[in-house]
Structure formats: structure tokens, C-alpha cells
């Protein structure tokens, strides 16, 4: 059970910071907030793919496996929104990715 809520609250943390080096890096491209933003979310990539190889490791089922590799690969493709209503629609299928998987790996553990 650990394994899985580490793991959500990584990729949920992921795309926090998605979401800023998006916002940074469309108020100013070549500001200092935006690198510290893209350095920040390249931390937490590291953070949810270490999560990600946990969950791979315990996980009792392939099904579970994919839907974590989902949710943190749809995460991590939000930066490349193009405005603010992609990077919406993005984050929420990110969003509902994680809750998928989170449905999932509630049964696993039960």
C-alpha cells in the first residue's frame, strides 16, 4: 500500500510541477523562474519514475503496471501544452489517469 500512495503522490506532485514550468515558461521564456521551474520539474520526473520502478516490482498484475506507466506518461507530456486550455484538457487526462490507477491498486492490495 505504500508503494502505491508514494506513487501517487509523486506523479501528483509531477504534475504540480508540470503545470508551473508551463506557466513559467509562458510569462517568460528565458526568465529565471522558468529554468528553476524546468529544474524543479525534472526533479520530480526523477521522484515519480523511481516511484514508478516501486510500483513495477510489486505490482501482482500487468494491468496495474500499465495504468501507472499511463498516468506517469501522460504527466509528463504537460508541458507540451500549447495554451492553457490544452494544458487543462492534459492535466485533467493526467488527472484521471492517476485515479484509474488508483482504483486499480486498491484492489490489488485488498
Known sequence: MTVYSDFAGA????RRGQHD???RKDEEPDGPACFE???EAYRLRGIALHAL???QLIASSQTVIDAAQQAYELTARAHKASDKTELSAR???ARESLE???K????DVR
Open 100 to 102: 484509474h490507477f488508483v
Open 53 to 55: 520502478f516501486r510500483v
Open 21 to 23: 514550468r508551463w506557466h
Open 104 to 107: 486499480l491498486a486498491s484492489s
Open 37 to 39: 521551474a524546468r529544474l
Open 11 to 14: 506523479v501528483t506532485e509531477f
Open 91 to 93: 492535466g485533467n487526462q
